[in-house]
């Protein structure tokens, strides 16, 4: 048996959404910067950011609990249209959820969470332990596209499923798992997000666990703290107070370079170093620079196509994917072919933008070579969305070794070409002023001739 419940958790608009909270970062206790929450505010939509949290709990033959859960999940699904473009929804669980088929597990067989909603919508997940742990299996997310108020003019209709493999970290028999920040990963065409997740598979002697076990979006990460020394310490001297002048804002520096990777097995599969800005055009332009330090990463390999998802601490989502092409001369080459950015209000997790081109030739360079720009690039995501890029180096495919391959670089980097430009142009200017001088000597020539 099973008890079930689903929980609105209704957020006001932005008028009262931010007063009197502050926004914190993953794993840490310290607000956000201002900017942070001036995004919400450039961002943040009128009318009610509305989610409802999940609560599974099943019971076994005896009536004890053997697997509960609690969590709150939204999708974000691109499906193409009968003209042939393509279409981002976002597809939110109602406040009517059932729960069939859902397993408690033994020692034997695998535990299964299932849940269905709206117009023939599901999601599950199984899980299986050995003797000393737990973790999730595989999860499958089915969302029909017959549903014509979540996907109006669908070209594919009827269910379309997606399997895709957890990458949950075993936990031990006993603990409960416990993800608070926002996590999520692509398969296909669907982004699926969690936060406020609690959940603990095959628990014992009915009892829910006091141990936790945290996700990787949890774990706080912070900058080496430099002790102070008498070399790094200096005492101030006196000075009179006066009023501070007033100054302008100080200009949004470059971002720090983060170097990133993908893994394919024990294999490395995608490199990628990079710098990376926002600029955010709405009421006021807007700079946000994503953080090395507090971004992870993952995505996809493959043979002709490669993705690479970057999530920077749970408000925003930015995913690059690369496709391979075959040159006039039947020479392959890879290139960007997609950009989509997703930003997260961080008090809720619901989604306040969501900005996505598919229609990128850029970045291209033979396949087993990288490419490389060294200064700054613009990619124009839409009207109110760019992406900046500083000292990108990329490799999707056929990384050997786990090193870059010989480095394509960008026409804004090539020097070179300015040196022909340049000593052509000086011997021009040579050769014009020999012409004049000699022109000019011939005609004082022809003077004195004439004067005689």
Not at 139 to 160: L, Q, S
């Amino acid at each position: 048996m099973a008890r079930f419940l689903s929980r609105p958790l209704a957020f006001s608009s932005r008028s009262s959404l931010l007063r009197g909270v502050p926004v914190f970062a993953a794993g840490s206790m310290e607000p956000r910067c201002s900017g942070c929450l001036l995004l919400l505010l450039l961002l943040g939509t009128s009318g009610f950011f509305q989610s409802y949290a999940v609560e599974v709990v099943m019971k076994d033959a005896s009536n004890a609990t053997c697997l509960y859960a609690r969590w709150m999940m939204r999708f974000l699904i691109k499906y193409e249209t009968n003209s042939s473009d393509y279409k981002n929804v976002t597809l939110n669980l109602p406040s009517d959820v059932t729960h069939n088929g859902s397993v408690c597990g033994s020692d034997t067989e695998a535990a299964l969470l299932a849940i269905q909603f709206g117009e023939g919508h599901s999601w599950s997940v199984n899980f299986t332990k050995t003797n000393e742990t737990y973790q999730g299996d595989f999860v499958t997310f089915t969302y029909n596209t017959n549903d014509a108020a979540v996907f109006p003019d669908a070209k594919r209709k009827g269910p379309i499923t997606i399997v895709a493999k957890d990458d949950m970290r075993p936990v031990q028999l006993n603990s409960v798992f416990v993800c608070h920040n926002i996590d999520s990963f692509e398969a296909e065409n669907v982004t699926q997000i969690y936060w406020n997740a609690t959940v603990q598979a095959f628990v014992q002697n009915g009892t829910i666990g006091k141990k936790e076990s945290r996700c990787r979006a949890d774990t706080p990460t912070s900058a080496p703290t430099v002790p102070p020394t008498i070399a790094n310490v200096t005492a101030a001297p006196a000075t009179t107070v006066s009023p501070a002048p007033t100054t302008s804002p100080k200009p949004v520096e470059n971002p720090d370079i983060g170097n990133y990777s993908l893994k394919s097995g024990n294999k490395t599969c995608l490199l990628a170093t990079v710098g990376l800005q926002l600029n955010i055009s709405q009421d006021k332009p807007l700079l946000i620079n994503i953080n090395p330090k507090t971004t992870s990463a993952d995505g996809t390999c493959g043979n002709t196509t490669a993705t690479l998802r970057l999530n920077d601490g749970n408000s925003t989502l930015i995913g690059f994917t690369f496709a391979v092409k075959n040159t006039s001369a039947g020479v392959q080459k890879f290139y960007l072919k997609e950009v989509n950015v997703t930003l997260f209000n961080r008090l809720n997790g619901s989604v306040i933008s969501s900005a996505d081109n598919s229609n990128f030739s850029q970045w291209d360079a033979y396949l087993g070579s990288s490419y490389m720009c060294r200064k700054e690039q613009t990619l124009q995501i839409n009207e109110d969305l760019q992406v900046h890029t500083f000292n990108l180096w990329i490799q999707p495919f056929l990384v050997k070794a786990n090193k870059f391959s010989t480095a394509q670089e960008c026409s804004l980097d090539d020097d070179s070409i300015l040196i022909p430009i340049v000593v052509g142009a000086s011997l021009a200017g040579l050769i014009a002023i020999i012409v004049i001088a000699y022109i000019i000597g011939r005609r004082k020539s022809y003077a004195g001739y004439q004067t005689l």
